[in-house]
Each structure stands twice: as C-alpha cells, then as structure tokens.
T-cell receptor, first 113, second 114 residues
Framework: DSGVTQTPKHLITATGQRVTLRCSPR?????VYWYQQSLDQGLQFLIQ???????AKGNILERFSAQQFPDLHSELNLSSLELGDSALYFC????????????FGSGTQLSVL | GENVEQHPSTLSVQEGDSAVIKCTYS??????FPWYKQELGKRPQLIID?????GEKKDQRIAVTLNKTAKHFSLHITETQPEDSAVYFC?????????????FGKGTKLSVIP
C-alpha cells in the first residue's frame, strides 16, 4: 500500500457527462499529480498541485480541471466526456514541489460508454 | 517539452538471464531519471532512480546507467525471476515554464519465462 488513496476504483458513465475523481496523498506529502494511462500512450502527465497551488500543467484538456484543497486532497473533474476519455487515471504524491519519488494510488478506471 | 523513447516495447527472457531496457531523452537539461514497475492490474511503483550527476546506481539485482552525452539511460536486471514480469516505465524530469515535469516512456512489457 503506497498510502495514496483514490476513489472511486471504477466509474462507468455516458458521453457528455461529468465526473469527479478524488485523491488523498500520503501523510506529509504536499504535491499531488494526476496522470492518464491509456494502452497506447503510457502515462501522460495532466497536472500537479503543490500545497494548494497549481505547480505544473501537462497535456490536460480544457474540459478537465483539478484543484487541491486545504487538507491537501485533490479532485480531478472531467466534463463533456467523450469515448476517448476512457482510461485509467492515476494520482500520485510526493513530499516536495519537484516530481521525485512519486507514490501512486491504485487508480480510477473510467469507462465512457 | 521532453520526449522519452523506450525500447524494446516487449521483452521475453528465460529465468536467470539478464534483461536490459533502454531509454533516450531529448532535453539535455533533464536531471532526474526514475524507473517504475507496474505489475498487471497494479499501480506503478518506483524501483530505482538516478540523478544526472551520477553515472550508475545499483540496488541488488537492479542497476541503472546514465550516459548524459548520448542522452540515454538503461535499466539492467540480472538473474531474472518470474516475479520480475511486469511493465517497466522509464521517465525523465525536465524543466519547463518554471517548473519540473516528469515525462514517461511508453513502457516495456517484460516476461520472464520459468
């Protein structure tokens, strides 16, 4: 167990809908990262928050947004969902503001039908 | 941004043999190179990492080498065991727009045949 908690484990929804993925980092970690994993693209970096502030942005679509709350948990919001958004979404956390020694959660499998 | 190429995409070895996975990166300013192992249906887990000021690092049966001039780094697993079967991802950390990002390779599926 990495200490990073993600909920829900599975999510099935329809095109056009909106979903929220939740992540609680390891105790003491201030950074939260979101990654999207699909079969042919590996791990794609979406966004990072450090101590409540956006720290780095990757290939995140405008339909996606995230935030980190004062208790350091983070939520990833995916809206106007398309079939191609179906993927495994991982959250990871680390102590510092630079990505190093990331601990990953168990992921949320999103299926858009 | 950074581009990380990983080869091979699949690798099969006999138990007890060695396995080598290679990655190249594009940004010469990248300074940190971790390797993650992802077993089927599980989360990626860090197995070893190396900084740009070090040429080689070992941890039991696993070693990573870095060639900054050629911009490539490799994972070496010796005396492979069936439990080494997994997908391995390399990554490179680079600086972009005032912050650091980790870019991952597309993974290598390693199968160790008993």
């Amino acid at each position: 167990d990495s200490g990073v908690t993600q909920t829900p484990k599975h999510l099935i929804t329809a095109t056009g809908q909106r979903v929220t993925l939740r992540c609680s980092p390891r105790s003491g970690d201030l950074s939260v990262y979101w990654y999207q994993q699909s079969l042919d693209q590996g791990l794609q970096f979406l966004i990072q928050y450090y101590n409540g502030e956006e720290r780095a942005k990757g290939n995140i679509l405008e339909r996606f947004s995230a935030q980190q709350f004062p208790d350091l948990h983070s939520e990833l919001n995916l809206s106007s969902l398309e079939l191609g958004d179906s993927a495994l979404y991982f959250c990871a956390s680390s102590v510092g503001q630079n990505p190093e020694k990331l601990f990953f959660g168990s992921g949320t499998q999103l299926s858009v039908l | 941004g950074e581009n990380v190429e990983q080869h091979p995409s699949t690798l099969s070895v006999q138990e007890g043999d060695s396995a080598v996975i290679k990655c190249t990166y594009s940004d010469s300013a990248s300074n940190y190179f971790p390797w993650y192992k992802q077993e089927l249906g599980k989360r990626p887990q860090l197995i070893i990492d190396i900084r740009s000021n070090v040429g080689e690092k070992k941890d039991q049966r696993i070693a990573v080498t870095l060639n900054k001039t050629a911009k490539h780094f490799s994972l070496h697993i010796t005396e492979t065991q069936p439990e080494d079967s997994a997908v391995y991802f390399c990554a490179a950390r680079y600086s972009g727009a005032g912050s650091y990002q980790l870019t991952f390779g597309k993974g290598t599926k390693l199968s160790v045949i008993p």
